[in-house]
């Protein structure tokens, strides 16, 4: 069993597009996925008694998953659950991810884990997105735009603390005046560090 985690070093990168498009992708090859997205920071109520993450409830219904709808995100990150996790009140959450994991990952060829806003997000609690691929020793692919030196930062320290756990990145959202700086210059960057470039995505107004 293969186990992907979804991640990106900067909000709103278009991970959930790409997270569904993975998953159509390996369902079509008649493959068993499983999904679910540990730290939710978006509430939606789906069922009387069901609180979830908005965008992880939509990629489990565009994908017609069937497991049970309760584990797809298990840690809900809102202003409670951080008040009470800055004055000591929560305990470990790791093993709450670790627990969807075993539930979800039974008799699946692959499992793929949404990411929250940021790998980083979720430190403070024990569950960013870095704690979970280690924990889980997934393969992180990186949906990511280009943001200059903060980007080179990112994807440095990313892969010191990875290491072969970094499968990829794909480029989100390029923008025309941007391309010739990413394919004459950070291709080869990330190339020469073993990173493999995985997808090279236009910038696209209407998405």
Same mark, same amino acid.
């Given at each position: 069993?293969?186990?992907? $985690? ?16 993975? !998953?159509? $992708? ?7 996925? #499983? ?12 069922? =009387? ?14 994908? #017609? ?25 929560? !305990? ?7 627990? =969807? ?18 790998? /980083? ?7 960013? !997105? ?15 735009? $280009? ?22 990145? %794909?480029?989100?959202?390029?923008? +025309? ?6 394919? +004459?210059? %950070?291709?080869? /960057?990330? +190339? ?16």
């Amino acid at each position: 069993m293969k186990v992907i $985690y979804i991640g990106s070093t900067v909000p709103f990168s278009g991970k959930g597009l790409i997270t569904l498009g993975i !998953g159509k $992708y390996f369902l079509e090859k008649k493959l068993k996925v #499983g999904y679910f997205k540990p730290l939710g920071t978006t509430p939606y109520r789906v069922e =009387t008694d069901i609180i979830t993450d908005r965008l992880a409830y939509f990629i489990y219904q565009s994908l #017609g998953l069937k497991d049970d709808l309760s584990y797809i995100s298990p840690v809900l990150l809102d202003y409670e659950l951080m008040v009470k996790a800055v004055r000591g009140e929560i !305990g470990e959450l790791m093993s709450e991810v670790k627990k =969807t994991f075993e539930v979800i990952a039974p008799r699946k060829d692959m499992v793929i884990i949404g990411g929250s806003e940021t790998v /980083w997000q979720g430190t403070f609690l024990g569950i960013s !997105g870095i704690d979970i691929i280690r924990a889980l020793n997934a393969q992180l692919i990186l949906v990511d735009k $280009y943001t200059g030196t903060s980007f080179l930062d990112n994807i440095t320290e990313i892969k010191k603390i990875l290491k072969e756990n970094f499968r990829g990145i %794909i480029l989100n959202c390029i923008k +025309e005046e941007q391309r010739p700086d990413i394919t +004459e210059l %950070i291709v080869p /960057w990330l +190339e020469k560090r073993e990173i493999p470039v995985l997808g090279l995505i236009p910038y696209d107004s209407f998405l």
